[in-house]
Each structure stands twice: as structure tokens, then as C-alpha cells.
């Protein structure tokens, strides 16, 4: 399986492994799976680093060789990406999804046929097929 990793859930791996789900280390660890991360957690981590360090104390170049270290693979952003958010699709009714990071994430899994790992409660809301939640 190919997994992109969700911003938290590559923070976790990295650095606080205790929050991740048995679940979520055995995909992890399986040889079997290829893991991601992207470079749209790559800037986030970077805006969040230089707005709030003590509540995102790893910069971005930490993050980038952690991340790397680790073996997981960079996933850059292409134009395709950018195209697939507008195929993201929510009911009206449910809660608000104001996170862009997210999208771009949730666009380059599906344009990519890669499963996001997330533990984001409103990423299921897209009932895309494309997503684990754990």
C-alpha cells in the first residue's frame, strides 16, 4: 500500500510516537507499504514553526531530515494536485472544513492513488475511499 501521511500523523511518527494507534504503527512499519509525506506539511510546519514555536517546536528542516531519516518519501506538489481539490467533494450539511493544508493533501492522495492517514475527524467527511482514519 502507498500512504501519505496527514501533517500530525508524520509529526507523531517522527517525534511522539506514543499517540499513534497500534493500527497506525504496524502500517507504518509494514515493508509491504510505501510511506509519503508532502511538502504541503513541509510548509505547514514551517508557518506554524514561525508563528507559534512552542506549540510546533520542530522547524521545517528538522522535519524534512526526520522525516527522510525515518525513510518516509517526498511527495512534491504539481500542478495536478492543485487541479484535483476542485474534484473534493462534502455534503452541505456537515461541519466546516476551513483547513487548506488538508485539502491539498487530501487532492494529491487521490490524484496519486495513495491512502491518507489521518486522525483529522472532518477528513471522512469527503467519503473518499482514498482516506484511513485512525
Request: proline share 4%.
Amino acid at each position: 500500500m502507498r500512504i501519505l501521511l496527514d501533517t500530525h500523523i508524520a509529526l507523531w511518527a517522527i517525534a511522539d510516537t506514543a499517540k499513534l494507534s497500534v493500527e497506525a504503527i504496524k502500517l507504518l512499519e509494514s515493508e509491504n507499504n510505501d510511506i509519503f509525506y508532502s511538502i504541503a506539511s513541509v510548509w505547514e510546519v514551517a508557518i506554524k514553526h514561525k508563528l507559534k514555536p512552542e506549540s510546533m517546536p520542530i522547524s521545517e528542516e528538522e522535519f524534512v531530515e526526520l522525516c527522510e531519516n525515518t525513510g518516509f518519501v517526498c511527495l512534491p506538489i504539481y500542478a495536478e494536485h492543485v487541479f484535483c481539490i476542485k474534484t473534493l467533494e462534502r455534503s452541505k450539511d456537515v461541519p466546516k472544513h476551513n483547513d487548506p493544508f488538508d485539502r491539498m493533501l487530501l487532492a494529491q492522495a487521490k490524484c496519486e492513488n495513495l491512502k491518507l492517514m489521518t486522525h483529522d475527524s472532518l477528513i471522512p467527511y469527503y467519503e473518499e475511499s482514498y482516506v484511513i482514519s485512525i
